[in-house]
């Protein structure tokens, strides 16, 4: 997965350690240096306090940091995960943790509902969901003898920075708290509670928030902890729906949660291609109920035995009047009209339910592991922050900033200005809308046709192996095809099908997409026109030119892995041999591995972490039940380590093996020795299971099972270690949510790129080096990269993976947040000329 560095710059989630080095140079005075070496070691809980005014002791006031956690609002897949970062992060940069249960309530009440954390406290809580320190309404907050309280109850705990996951009002509530903190501070002292020296080191609170909310309600962030966990569930139920629904030839409309948001609606529309779906922010036209009958009238009359109306709590029509599921049904059951046998399902709470899903896991630990920094890192100047997501880069925001954006959308759409409102989401929330518009109306809308002569051939084929996604991207590609008059063809099973079947009777490799049969594809997994690892240069370079040429394609939509790009590779350097390969040629990466150069997201990844994660969360509840169990898993990926270090982060994985760095004796033996002592300092407390990731090509000598034996043999009874091999299963069955809506953005995007060019620009293509490109998110940005710069500066093609490894840093955030110790990185094998001289003893390695 995706994922998701995941911006993840979670870049979905690289920018997370951009901070690192100056966040250490802050700390690395006044923290010990055997914590910086070694793991925590769990320390006993202190004694709550039942005395809200009790004297703060000297103890207490010490210049350690202390830094509280809690979670408000309504309650999303992600929080635990989020805690468990801030606390461990926490103790690992020298801090006391502390965790206020039931939200605003236990910071109002203190006593035994504000608790110092330790190292074993949070372990198992990635695989938890809603919020295991409780959240709750507290009205006592609203008033300034709550507040006062609550800030008493902060002194009396030496805690002066607070991080809070929650909502819009959650965090709104927390600002307030801030700005009123000084008179907080003077009344404790006017009312003789604490004299002005106690109160002095607690002269400022530093607060920052996660946005934990299911609905992605929150402007400035393209996600919110908990908004893919909740579409994951849409997405099963509609799929599970779709089935009765085809069976009974029955419509069935879909409510799902979202008051002033419909990016659960929206999303779930592109994902599982709903016929129709309402949301706040976009109302239909006001003939809205033509439009709709309008749509699946069509869609019927093409044969679809199916029809799926997704509608958000909070939709609107153009006058602000609410459309309610019941209006839909009755309006789609009409005999006078389309007279379906129509069905109501109201999803609800089970929205909330489960635990998170890998992207969810990854942005709320990569998040969280930024809260603690921007905690330490904020001054008096500094405004509240919250932790956002753009695209896959982690962002730290002004709070007020975004909530007042949020609150203007709302009074937007109250006003009926819904132009504004849009433009306070995101932009992929834009496009996604365009995107559904385009694949939902598909040959409804006429205005979208181009003259005959822009129409264009474009050929569309998928390279290398299945991958989450890939059905999606074709389906969006058709559908924006055939919506602007433009010809798709389908190649089925790569260029060896090209090459060898084009001309099979009954049935060719070559032949045009069936719409009816395409529009049934969103929810696919795997690869329904086929695919196949055979390059142009292995089918015959000349033959598939002759190919192109016959048929007459004006351009080449290629989705896939490594072997798609090197593919795009070969057909652009063949151009100067070749005249008929001078057409304009995109590639979509789409590849469980992620290792495609020029992005850092490929199609496939989110659905193989996903899978990933759920198997692991089995394996590590058998190795928790038998109490001292190490599983070793091996991971896909090729000679790529994305997949085993996300899953790692998102599992709560004790090391990760990875290809980039490399797996030596020495290593193993550091944590033989950190698990040895792990177990020894156990002492009967639950959870006790753990799980070594490997990568496939970690090493050429340790794979799973010799290092499970390894381990099971150093332990000497201590413990026990077994092994798992997932194996093909993590290329996915149903692909995530995720890699369905961005196979359909990212598809239409590219089907535009190659419109861009037109037809008969032979010469132009030749020229053009945007007319062989790679579409990737880079950061914050969505961007189309020319073949040969991503070819010649950003690719290691000895191992099949880009030069830069964007996702480094969070390897070490997974090993910060296992308690692994420091180890010896292992040293890098020598090659060529200079391995022989070395061997030969005629040259020494500092040569």
């Known amino acids: 997965m995706p994922f998701p560095s ?9 920018a997370i350690a951009s901070h690192f080095q100056a966040l250490l140079a802050i700390v690395l005075f006044s923290i010990p240096i055997s914590i910086l070496i070694q793991a925590p070691r769990p320390r006993p809980n202190p004694p709550a306090s039942n005395s809200a005014v009790a004297e703060p002791s000297t103890s207490k006031m010490t210049a350690k940091k202390k830094i509280a956690i809690m979670t408000s609002g309504g309650d999303s897949p992600g929080m635990n995960p989020a805690v468990r970062a801030c606390v461990r992060m926490a103790i690992h940069l020298g801090c006391d943790p502390y965790c206020i249960y039931e939200g605003y309530e236990g910071l109002v009440r203190g006593g035994d509902l504000i608790r110092k954390m330790e190292w074993n406290d949070v372990r198992g809580w990635l695989s938890e969901g809603g919020t295991l320190i409780g959240t709750a309404r507290c009205m006592a907050f609203f008033e300034r003898t709550g507040r006062l309280a609550a800030a008493r109850n902060l002194i009396l705990e030496g805690i002066n920075a607070l991080i809070i996951c929650g909502g819009d009002g959650s965090l709104t509530g927390a600002d307030r708290f801030r700005a009123e903190w000084p008179s907080l501070l003077e009344e404790l002292e006017s009312n003789g509670e604490f004299t002005a020296s106690q109160l002095h080191p607690f002269r400022h609170l530093n607060i920052v928030g996660l946005v934990g909310s299911i609905d992605n309600d929150l402007s400035g962030t393209d996600s919110t902890i908990g908004c893919h966990s909740a579409l994951q569930r849409i997405c099963s139920a509609v ?10 030839s029955r419509a069935f409309v879909v409510e799902v949660m979202g008051r002033h948001c419909g990016w659960l609606a929206l999303m779930a529309g592109v994902a599982t291609g709903a016929d129709f779906i309402f949301i706040p922010e976009k109302p239909r036209e006001d003939n809205w109920r033509e439009e709709m009958c309008g749509i699946i009238e069509h869609h019927r009359s093409l044969g679809k035995r199916k029809t799926i109306v997704i509608i958000a709590e909070g939709a609107l029509d153009r006058e602000g009047n609410k459309i309610s599921p019941e209006m839909v049904r009755d309006l789609l059951a009409d005999k006078d009209g389309l ?9 609800g709470h089970v929205q909330r339910g489960g635990t998170a899903v890998a992207y969810d896991r990854m942005l709320a630990t990569l998040q969280g592991v930024e809260a603690v920094k921007a905690v330490l890192e904020a001054t008096p100047e500094t405004p509240t922050f919250v932790i956002a997501v753009t695209e896959n880069k982690i962002v730290r925001k002004p709070l007020m900033e975004a909530v007042q954006d949020t609150k203007k959308l709302a009074a937007a759409i109250e006003r009926q200005d819904f132009e504004t409102a849009m433009s306070y989401r995101d932009a992929e929330f834009a496009q996604q809308y365009k995107s559904f518009m385009m694949t939902t109306a598909v040959q409804v809308n006429t205005e979208m046709l181009l003259p005959e002569k822009e129409r264009m051939k474009i050929g569309f084929i998928n390279v290398g192996a299945p991958a989450g996604g890939m059905n999606a991207a074709v389906r969006a590609g058709v559908a924006y095809c055939l919506s602007r008059g433009h010809e798709p063809v389908a190649i089925y099973n790569g260029f060896a099908g090209l090459a060898r079947h084009h001309g099979d009777k009954p049935l060719g490799a070559v032949r045009s997409f069936d719409w009816l049969e395409v529009d049934s594809w969103a929810s696919k997994g795997g690869s329904e026109i086929g695919t196949n690892r055979e390059l142009p240069s292995e089918s015959g370079m000349e033959t598939i030119a002759d190919l192109i040429e016959l048929y007459q394609f004006d351009a080449l939509f290629i989705i896939g892995g490594f072997e798609a790009f090197h593919a795009v590779s070969q057909l652009q350097k063949a151009r100067s041999e070749f005249p008929s390969l001078c057409i304009p040629i995109t590639l979509l990466p789409a590849t469980i591995s992620n290792n495609v150069p020029g992005t850092e997201y490929s199609l496939g990844s989110d659905t193989c972490l996903n899978e990933l994660v759920e198997y692991c969360d089995k394996i590590k509840q058998s190795a928790s039940a038998t109490r001292r169990r190490v599983f070793v898993i091996e991971t896909q990926g090729g000679r790529s380590g994305y997949i085993s270090t996300l899953a790692g982060l998102g599992v709560g994985a004790s090391a990760v093996y990875t290809p980039e760095e490399g797996l030596s004796l020495e290593m193993l033996a550091a944590d033989v020795r950190h ?23 970690a090493s050429k000598v340790y794979n799973a099972r010799l290092i499970a034996d390894i381990l099971r043999d150093e332990a000497h009874g201590r413990f026990e270690a077994r092994e798992g091999i997932p194996g093909h299963m993590q290329q996915g069955g149903t692909p995530s949510p995720m890699d369905r809506s961005r196979a359909v953005r990212l598809a239409i995007r590219c089907i535009q790129h190659l419109e861009g060019f037109g037809r008969n620009v032979h010469n132009k293509v030749k ?34 993976r880009p030069k830069a490894i964007f996702w480094s840093d969070m390897k070490e955030i997974v090993n910060i947040l296992a308690g692994r110790p420091p180890y010896a990185v292992p040293e890098p094998d020598l090659t060529g000329v200079k391995a022989k001289d070395v061997k030969r003893g005629i040259a020494s390695e500092g040569l």
């Open 6 to 14: 995941i911006g993840f710059s979670l870049h979905p989630f690289s």
């Open 239 to 248: 799929d599970l729906i779709e089935a009765t629904a085809s069976s009974h």
């Open 339 to 347: 007279g379906l046998d129509t069905r109501i399902t109201t999803l």
């Open 675 to 697: 698990l040895k002592k792990v177990f020894a300092n156990e002492k009967g407390q639950p959870r006790a299971g753990r799980l070594i990731l490997i990568n496939e090509k």
């Open 767 to 800: 020229t053009d080096p945007m007319s062989a490109t790679v579409i990737g998110i880079k950061g914050a940005s969505v961007v189309f990269s020319p073949v040969t710069k991503v070819e010649e500066e950003e690719t290691d093609w000895p191992n099949r």
